[in-house]
């Protein structure tokens, strides 16, 4: 009896930290949303969205690429400040853009990543 009770504090911590981690911090592949990024940070965060392959990709005079995404809330955003766009990104169902926000209506990007 005693052994089984030795056992019991260490099986909850070890299912405790399997819960969280499962619920918290696993990989998701759904898309994410604009809202719960702070629109004071300039702290670059990675966000999972979707292309509006309707409005296109358009390349300013600057050299820079601008396009609008998609997120889980249907919250529709402009994504400037990327210069290179990588191939295929008219065919992804869903990427990975990281960066911060830049006013309530745009999402300056410095990255870009490519998801199926």
Do not use: C, W
């Not at 809330?73 to 992804?92: A, H, Q, R, S, V």
């Not at 853009?97 to 830049?102: A, D, I, P």
Request: net charge neutral.
């Amino acid at each position: 009896m005693k052994n089984i009770q030795k056992l019991v504090l260490p099986g909850l911590v070890v299912l405790i930290i399997a819960i969280l981690y499962f619920s918290y911090f696993a990989p998701s592949d759904e898309l994410g949303s604009f809202a719960r990024l702070d629109p004071n940070s300039n702290a670059s965060v990675p966000i999972i969205v979707k292309l509006v392959k309707e409005k296109g990709v358009q390349r300013t005079q600057e050299g820079s690429y601008i396009f609008y995404v998609l997120d889980g809330d249907n919250k529709e955003m402009l994504i400037t400040g990327l210069k290179d766009l990588p191939p295929g990104m008219n065919d992804t169902k869903s990427m990975v853009v990281t960066g911060h926000l830049s006013g309530k209506d745009a999402f300056h990007a410095h990255g870009i990543e490519l998801r199926n």
